[in-house]
């Protein structure tokens, strides 16, 4: 199982509405995409002070490397990821990806 995490730092005027946006067509490729278990998003909670300005994220869940690789290859997930991308903050600057290969 892969836990793919993306942290965001947006742009100040990306509004919270728009950032649901964003959450809700992610979580609208489970089921779309083969192996993309689950999506869950949403803002750091801040237990500790540590996130380098990254103040949102989400965490998708795939079956394995394959799967994630349909994910990133698919029209979908690049049309959201291009709109992830614009409301970054300096665009894939305000990014951050860690992939767990987990058992």
């Avoid at 950032?19 to 869950?40: C, D």
């Avoid at 750091?44 to 994630?68: C, K, M, P, S, W």
Wanted: hydrophobic share 50%; with cysteine.
């Amino acid at each position: 199982m892969i836990q793919h995490c993306v942290f965001v730092r947006f742009r100040p005027e990306i509004s919270a509405a728009a950032k649901q946006a964003l959450w809700a067509e992610l979580q609208a490729l489970v089921g779309v995409i083969p192996g993309l278990r689950e999506v869950r998003a949403g803002a750091n909670a801040r237990y500790e002070d540590l996130d380098h300005g990254f103040t949102d994220g989400f965490i998708a869940v795939f079956d394995d490397r394959a799967a994630l690789a349909t994910y990133q290859a698919h029209p979908a997930h690049q049309a959201t990821g291009a709109k992830l991308v614009q409301a970054a903050l300096g665009g894939l600057q305000g990014l951050m990806v860690f992939d767990l290969d987990l058992p």
